[in-house]
């Protein structure tokens, strides 16, 4: 789940307050990374760890309805096959056209229900991620105006912000300013064991994700 833009377009209206207000001192102003703190907070990796489980078990239930797809096109071949055998007596030839007709149509039954549990997989699984994260920013922004305001800072400025076209806000800082490690540390404070336990469930997860795909081709190769 990576942060979208409007991630640095969040303090954007604040930080365009330092171009129309009077320079403060340099104990005023700071500096931040929202995409860094975003990406290490302890709840983002309980929301990464438990979206990629949800989509893992998507996809592992999407291969068995493709696996049941595939078994049903392979009969479907060989009733056509038996179809056009003359080898066969015409009994046994009219029993298969029969079949085959069954077959068909609970195969086109079968591609619809794929294609219906697909959209809507994909659908659900998106949606989740935009309430994901929406919930996620609306929670670190506010956390980091209240935490600066207590420091007594009276601008920030969002370093990884970017204009509508994609040009930085800022190009450059005086990085000594910069707060996101002390920020980031704070935010997660008192949860760092919950940080690296779902650290460690979202590299298993995808460590799983990965070990499969790779048996996945190997299993292909071999059968070519």
Known sequence: MRVHRMIGLLLLGVAALG?????????DTAYVNMETIFEGYYKTL???????QKKR??????????????????EAKKLEENVSNELLSQEARDDSRRKLQLRVERL??????????RRDGM?????????AEKELIDDITEFVRSYCKGKGYRIVYDIN??????????????????????????INKGHEEEL?????????????????????????????
């Not at 086109?108 to 549990?117: I, P, S, T």
């Not at 509508?164 to 990085?175: A, D, F, S, T």
């Not at 690296?196 to 070519?224: C, P, S, W, Y």
């Open 57 to 74: 078990d998507f996809e592992e239930r999407m291969s068995i309805l493709r696996d049941e797809l595939q078994s049903m096109v392979t």
């Open 196 to 224: 690296q336990k779902a650290k460690a469930e979202l590299e298993a997860i995808r460590k799983t994700v990965e070990d499969n795909a790779k048996t996945g081709t190997e299993a292909t190769d071999a059968g070519n």
């Open 123 to 131: 659908r659900d699984l998106n949606k989740d991620r935009l309430a």
């Open 19 to 27: 171009f129309l207000t009077p320079a403060f001192g340099a104990g």
């Open 161 to 186: 912000g970017r204009s509508l076209n994609r040009v930085p806000v800022l190009l450059l800082y005086p990085e000594d300013e910069e707060i996101t490690e002390a920020t980031l540390a704070e």
């Open 108 to 117: 086109r039954a079968k591609e619809e229900e794929f294609g219906q549990f």
């Open 46 to 52: 309980r929301a990464n760890a438990a979206f990629e």
